[in-house]
C-alpha cells in the first residue's frame, strides 16, 4: 500500500551478514490512509429484469471505515461492558476493521463479521498514533 515505505537492510552481527526488513515510520498521514481503507462498502441493490444490479444513488450507499460512529440501541445500549475510553456511556462505537468473514444467508440478508477477537478502540489507536510521533 505504501510504496517503498519497508525496505531490506543488511546488518552484521555477531560476525554474521543479516538482511532485515526495516520500516518505515508510522505517520499520522499513514495511519489515517490505513484507517480508512480498513472496513467496508455498503451497497443497495435491486432486482431489474431478473438480474441484480447497485444502486449508484441509493440512500444506503455507505463507506463504514475505523472512524464511522455508530450507535448502540437494543439491551446492550449503556451496559458498563459496552463502556470505553472512547465512549464513556456505552451507546455508541467507532468502526469496523479485519472484516474478512461475511456472506448471505439463508434468508437473503447478508452478515458482516468480524473473524477475529481482537478490538482495537479509537483511544488505543490515538495512542499508537501519539507514539508514532515520537
Not at 97 to 106: E, L, P, R, S, Y
Request: proline share 4%; net charge positive.
Amino acid at each position: 500500500m505504501f510504496p517503498n515505505f519497508a525496505s531490506v537492510v543488511k546488518e552484521t552481527k555477531d560476525g554474521k551478514e543479516e538482511e532485515k526488513v526495516k520500516l518505515g515510520d508510522y505517520t499520522k498521514d499513514l495511519v489515517d490512509i490505513e484507517m480508512a481503507a480498513h472496513g467496508g462498502t455498503v451497497i443497495e441493490i435491486r432486482k431489474v429484469d431478473g438480474k441484480w444490479q447497485p444502486v449508484l444513488d441509493g440512500k444506503y450507499n455507505r463507506r463504514i471505515n475505523t472512524n464511522t460512529e455508530m450507535q448502540i440501541s437494543g439491551p446492550a445500549a449503556g451496559h458498563e461492558r459496552m463502556k470505553t475510553p472512547s465512549d464513556p456511556t456505552g451507546t455508541k462505537v467507532f468502526g469496523t476493521i479485519n472484516n474478512c468473514a461475511g456472506g448471505v444467508t439463508a434468508w437473503g440478508t447478508y452478515l458482516w463479521p468480524k473473524k477475529t477477537s481482537t478490538a482495537i478502540s479509537a483511544a488505543k489507536w490515538r495512542k499508537i498514533i501519539r507514539n508514532s510521533r515520537r
